[in-house]
């Protein structure tokens, strides 16, 4: 599987990326500036976590208008897959390659935590390796990642099958002491309506090694190894 991450000003999670899918697939990602106006072959995108551009204006709202993203976005809807965590996920929302938006958390500070996640759809290339409802526990890091969306695209997200996790205490229960930003029934990410794209807010690259912190979130990256080659 060839894999390319997309590396901002601020970008900070881009060697944990490429540890995480090296690590799995064998093969090093290569890593494209955000000025270049062109992307190698490749089956996977990634839009890793960090602070781009300093989240001035707003999280996200000035990378997805560099210069890479164009063809990003091109490559996107023709079908090549796209995986975005943390800050690329709020570039996801920016860009409208998924619906919804990410608010500052509810208590309004940064939040910088381990968090259970249930495992809402594994019918995608992103999610095959796990089943269903299956709990894993990985890292968030994010003062904006409260995940908004109103009442008419909530149910389109639910009647699509389009949530891939929701926040959840350790057995699995959705609750609100589980929710740890304050977000839309505990949704923590979500997929494009054909599942090609996947936004979320926890890092799963951060719960691979397991002599870092874990191996819970290995799954995902063996999910588009399985899938893609």
């Not at 590396?7 to 899918?21: I, Q, S, Y």
């Not at 989240?55 to 796209?82: F, N, T, W």
């Not at 997200?157 to 589980?178: K, M, P, S, V």
Request: charge should be negative; include cysteine.
């Amino acid at each position: 599987m060839k894999s390319a991450i997309i590396l901002f000003p601020g970008t900070n999670r881009e060697k944990d990326m490429e540890m995480a899918l090296t690590h799995v697939t064998g093969r090093a990602p290569d890593i494209v500036w955000h000025k270049e106006s062109t992307l190698p072959e490749c089956d996977l995108m990634v839009l890793p976590g960090g602070f781009s551009y300093g989240d001035y204006l707003r999280c996200g709202a000035m990378a997805a208008h560099s210069p890479i993203m164009k063809e990003v976005i091109a490559r996107a809807q023709k079908g090549v897959r796209l995986l975005a965590v943390c800050n690329g996920f709020q570039m996801l929302v920016e860009t409208g390659l998924v619906p919804g938006a990410l608010l500052h958390n509810r208590s309004v500070k940064f939040i910088c935590k381990q968090v259970h996640l249930r495992v809402e759809n594994t019918t995608t290339d992103f999610t095959n390796a796990f089943s269903r409802h299956q709990v894993i526990q990985v890292p968030v890091a994010h003062g904006e990642g409260n995940y908004f969306i109103d009442a008419n695209g909530l149910k389109a997200l639910e009647d699509n099958d389009q949530i891939a996790f929701r926040y959840c205490d350790a057995t699995g229960a959705i609750t609100e002491a589980a929710n740890p930003n304050g977000a839309v029934a505990n949704i923590a990410g979500v997929f494009n309506t054909t599942k090609t794209i996947m936004g979320m807010m926890p890092h799963p690259e951060n719960a691979v090694v397991p002599h870092v912190n874990g191996h819970q979130g290995t799954a995902l990256f063996q999910s588009l190894v399985e899938a893609l080659g």
